[in-house]
Structures are given as C-alpha cells and as structure tokens.
T-cell receptor, first 112, second 119 residues
Framework: KQEVTQIPAALSVPEGENLVLNCSFTDSAIYNLQWFRQDPGKGLTSLLLIQSSQREQTSGRLNASLDKSSGRSTLYIAASQPGDSATYLC???????????FGTGTRLKVLA | DVKVTQSSRYLVKRTGEKVFLECVQD?????MFWYRQDPGLGLRLIYFSYDVKMKEKGDIPEGYSVSREKKERFSLILESASTNQTSMYLC??????????????????FGQGTRLTVV
C-alpha cells in the first residue's frame, strides 16, 4: 500500500532563505508526482507536475525534483517571501488506483 | 486556465438535511473527484467519476452519493447530514480517459473548497 510522507510537518524560516520541502513515497511504481499549495481555508493550487520519466520541473522560483528509485521528491523554493506561507502537499498517482494519494503536508511560514 | 468552481465556500446545515454540493469544471475533463479534508486525516477520496453517469466509490463513500448527468458537473449528495460530516470538501478534475487498472496520469486541478458545518 502506497504511503506518502512529508517531513517536516511545519517549518518557519526568515524571508529570503532558500528552502527545501521533502516528500517520500513507499512504492516507486508511480505515474507522476504533483506538488500543491493550500492557503488556510482554501482549495489546492497546482504548482508542479513531474511525470515518472522526468527528473525535475521548474516554475519561477520553484523547482521540484523526483528520484523514483529512492522514493523521494523535493520542492525547492528560492528566495522565500512571506507570500509563500502556506501548506504544501505532494500527491502521487500510480497504476491500479484512480485516486491521487496525498502526503500529510508541510506548513510553511516565512517571516518578514 | 483550468477552472474548477464549487458552488459554495461555506455552508451550514442541520442534522438530517439532504445536502447538495456542486462542482463545475470548464476544461472538458473526463475525470472528476470529491475529497474531504480533515485535520490529522489528510485528504480522503469519497467518489470518483470517469465519464457521464459513471462513478466509482472511493475510500469513504458511506453516507454520500454522487451524480454526474453532464460532463462538466459533478454533484456530491449527503443523503442525511450528520455532525461527523462537518468537513472541508474539495472537488477536483483531470484530463484523460480512464482504463480500469490504470491510474490518473495527468495533472489534477482543484476547486476552492466548501467548508460544510452540520449542526
């Protein structure tokens, strides 16, 4: 059974820092991995999608990497800003199930 | 831009009421999902639909039903609302034909969420 874990559960950093969020999954047979952002009380916003054949994807200050063999993905945020404060979730899709399997999330606070 | 719109941001309903949560997407996506999100439990799939009038149960379908009469609209129905159904409900959609045994291989897009309180 696929399990997706995100560590740490919460993180506070000063503005301007570069930071890395981690996502681990137990079954490497995935189609893709997607990173989302969720602001308090709101829905999920898709940030990046990495297909299983890709190693990384970039969008602006965000860079996501995928190492399927080790069951890991990282989301790198460059030059963090207070507006980056949110909960970040990763999710995987895999053969045999139609659902996206979500991690527990990392709550990020960027201090001005 | 893909847009997934949920009909209400906040709802307050009484125990025993029949509740309808509506979701509309504007990108002609085949797949639509209803999740609920609770602190400490994360996102759990309630129902999935891969085509008009087609549905599959998720992890926690008890107490819920769904309707998909048109491709763009997916409704979640709470037959008789109970206090343990107080939660954040999230609708999602994705592109791609669904084949049994395969998983979703395209990007998922979510709505803004409906915070339902049952009193």
């Amino acid at each position: 059974k696929q399990e997706v874990t995100q560590i740490p559960a919460a993180l506070s950093v000063p503005e301007g820092e570069n930071l890395v969020l981690n996502c681990s999954f137990t079954d490497s047979a995935i189609y893709n991995l997607q990173w989302f952002r969720q602001d308090p009380g709101k829905g999920l916003t898709s940030l990046l999608l990495i297909q299983s054949s890709q190693r990384e994807q970039t969008s602006g200050r965000l860079n996501a990497s995928l190492d399927k063999s080790s069951g890991r993905s990282t989301l790198y945020i460059a030059a963090s800003q207070p507006g980056d404060s949110a909960t970040y979730l990763c999710a995987v899709s895999q053969p045999g199930t139609y659902k996206y399997i979500f991690g527990t999330g990392t709550r990020l606070k960027v201090l001005a | 831009d893909v847009k997934v719109t949920q009909s209400s941001r906040y709802l307050v309903k009484r125990t025993g009421e029949k509740v309808f949560l509506e979701c509309v997407q504007d990108m002609d996506h085949e797949n639509m999902f209803w999740y609920r999100q609770d602190p400490g439990l994360g996102l759990r799939l309630i129902y999935f639909s891969y085509d008009v009038k087609m549905k599959e149960k998720g992890d926690i379908p008890e107490g819920y039903s769904v309707s998909r009469e048109k491709k763009e609209r997916f409704s979640l129905i709470l037959e008789s609302a109970s206090t343990n159904q107080t939660s954040m409900y999230l609708c999602a959609s994705s592109f791609g034909p669904y084949n049994r045994g395969r998983g979703p291989y395209t990007e998922a897009f979510f709505g803004q969420g409906t915070r339902l309180t049952v009193v």
